[in-house]
């Protein structure tokens, strides 16, 4: 049996405690499989938008691909329409709104105008503009936003860590 001298980078190693929600969510997005995600995502997508997709307003996406970038913590999803239901694709999208998780929070619970967020480039459309301030116009044009129900109780209590933090 032989002993192994002590190592110093056993005490340097992160405390649970320390880690904020966007360094978590950054270390375990990659570890997270595709389908997984699908299955998470999917379903609060289709049930926030449920009105908007029947109605057609978000007819403009199908057959095309729109990736939000959450660049702070690492995120992109990419997502496209078919048979009027949000799903999530692999591929990139034709237009990408990049900004932080603040400015998508920000913009998901309406407590910054829109238009602001984007004249102040907190947020950023690349690629298709046109598809891309199609989706921005789409949600703005929401007056609730979209922090209702399970996405709503979800966006609010990172809200209220985005506060803490």
């Known amino acids: 049996m032989s002993l192994r001298p002590f190592s110093p980078s056993i005490l340097s190693a992160p405390r649970l405690s320390t880690i904020t929600p966007s360094r978590m969510i950054r270390l375990l997005d990659p570890r997270i499989p595709f389908t997984i995600k699908r299955r998470l995502v999917e379903p609060l997508l289709n049930r926030t938008f449920a009105v908007p997709l029947e109605e057609g307003e978000f007819d403009a996406l199908e057959g095309r691909r729109i990736s939000l970038a ?60 046109e598809l891309g301030l199609m989706l921005k116009n789409l949600l703005d044009g929401r007056e609730e936003g979209f922090a209702q129900g399970r996405l709503g109780e979800v966006l609010m209590g990172l809200e209220r860590l985005a506060r803490r933090g």
């Open 70 to 129: 959450i660049v702070d913590v690492g995120v992109t999803l990419s997502l496209t329409l078919k048979a009027q239901r949000l799903m999530l694709c692999r591929e990139s999208g034709e237009a990408t709104i990049r900004g932080g998780w603040r400015e998508f929070l920000c913009l998901a619970t309406r407590h910054e105008d829109p238009d602001s967020l984007f004249f102040q480039r907190r947020l950023v459309i690349e690629g298709d503009t």
